[in-house]
């Protein structure tokens, strides 16, 4: 049976924290594979006619998980893709685990700092962040979910390179699996 790095990767899930640049790292490596992008939350929202935060104050946090693991579900079997999950999506016990073995996941680390001042300064509503001490909060998220974060296959840190970097080097670890066992190019 063939190890996971030795399978050729199929298609690339982007998961980490808000904020950490999985939407703009997904589109930059998509268009180095060729191949197509898409966002958990980009679908959802298209599907419900409702923006995330609409979701998660019309309907609450559960409801938007449930609709998240669906959508997981179905773009997952997708080939030729990269995907972008959710902040949240990862974070249930499990989820990175059971993934096809030519799925490379790949963790974009970021500081709870650092996700609050980007996410600040793209002036996007990000419902878990809306409170007193949002830091604090993030700070706090990111200890819950970052043991499931780890189980990514790659970890990359986001928190100084720019997503043209990033991209680059999650490109290499798609093309070395995509080499041929004893192939050292």
């Not at 998980?65 to 959710?86: F, K």
């Not at 830091?135 to 200890?143: D, G, I, K, M, W």
């Not at 970052?146 to 990359?156: G, K, T």
């Amino acid at each position: 049976m063939a190890t996971h790095e030795a399978m050729p990767v199929r298609r690339v899930l982007l998961v980490g924290f808000m904020a950490s640049g999985k939407t703009a790292v997904g589109k930059l490596l998509a268009h180095s594979l060729r191949w197509p992008f898409v966002d958990f939350d980009a679908v959802i929202e298209e599907r419900t006619g409702c923006t995330i935060p609409e979701i998660f104050r019309d309907l609450g946090e559960e409801a938007f998980r449930r609709l998240e693991a669906e959508v997981g579900e179905e773009l997952l079997a997708r080939e030729r893709v990269v995907l972008a999950s959710g902040g949240g999506w990862a974070a249930t016990p499990g989820r990175l685990d059971d993934l096809d073995p030519a799925t490379l996941s790949v963790w974009l680390r970021v500081s709870p700092e650092t996700a609050v001042r980007r996410a600040r300064a793209a002036r996007q509503t990000r419902p878990l962040l809306e409170v007193r001490d949002p830091v604090r909060t993030a700070r706090n998220l990111l200890e819950q979910r970052e043991p499931h974060y780890r189980r990514a296959r790659l970890v990359v840190d986001s928190e100084d390179a720019s997503p043209d970097e990033l991209a680059r080097v999650i490109l290499r670890a798609v093309r070395l699996r995509a080499r041929p066992a004893g192939d050292a190019r």
